[in-house]
């Protein structure tokens, strides 16, 4: 069993789906004093330093406020195999520190929502419709990235991301919503597989929850 970490608003249906599985799931009811359309999301106040669910997690506490971007986005963080991927004029100092310590390359980007734009498949495949994350990553060696459209993803009144409908948990990767509805859902699809990982997805369309992160430690 793990713990399944995500927004208290995502929809009943893949809360249960997570349940059916063995899992527990953590719902991160809204905080006040954080930005509205993210103050439920898992990748604000956590970051998993690391691909496995053994990986230290990182918690940004109960004191955590910050109403705006790009404070925010302090922990909205990416470790990868050989990278540590953020704004890192932003990143939580705790998060640079674990970086430095796995002897992870820092990779600077100017996406302060890192985690919501990648679609992080195992420790070098990752999905972004981020141009300027693509941009950055593509020529890095060893990492492979997926280019896709940004489609048409929910979040309040605003645009959301791919990586914030999705995550990881045993050798699946979950999508909170229908990859259906996505213009580039069979070149997701295939990516995916071609890493030995399956799809789940859900019979309703993709909304942004602030990813979906298994851990085995419940930190609260």
Not at 26 to 48: K, M, N, Q, T
Not at 156 to 180: N, P, Q, V
Request: glycine share 10%; with cysteine.
């Amino acid at each position: 069993m793990s713990y399944i970490y995500l927004s208290s608003l995502a929809d009943g249906r893949f809360v249960d789906a997570i349940k059916a599985r063995g899992h527990e799931a953590v719902l991160l009811p809204p905080r006040e004093g954080v930005e509205e359309e993210v103050a439920s999301h898992a990748d604000i106040f956590y970051c998993r330093a690391g691909i496995l669910p053994s990986s230290p997690l990182y918690y940004a506490g109960k004191d955590f406020h910050a109403p705006a971007y790009p404070a925010v986005a302090a922990y909205n963080a990416v470790f990868l195999k050989d990278y540590f991927i953020h704004k890192l004029n932003i990143t939580s100092l705790p998060l640079l520190a674990e970086a430095g310590r796995q002897g992870l390359r820092k990779i600077n980007v100017r996406q302060g929502y890192t985690k919501c734009n990648l679609v992080v498949v195992d420790g070098s495949h990752v999905i972004t419709a981020d141009e300027g994350l693509y941009k950055v990553l593509s020529v890095l060696p060893g990492l492979e990235v997926l280019n896709v459209e940004e489609g048409e993803i929910a979040l309040g009144k605003h645009r959301g991301f791919l990586g914030g409908t999705s995550g990881r948990i045993g050798d699946e990767i979950w999508f909170h919503g229908a990859l259906a509805g996505h213009p580039d859902e069979k070149k997701i699809r295939g990516f995916i597989e071609s890493c030995g990982c399956k799809v789940v997805d859900f019979p309703f369309p993709l909304r942004d929850i602030g990813s979906v992160i298994e851990s085995d430690f419940l930190v609260l």
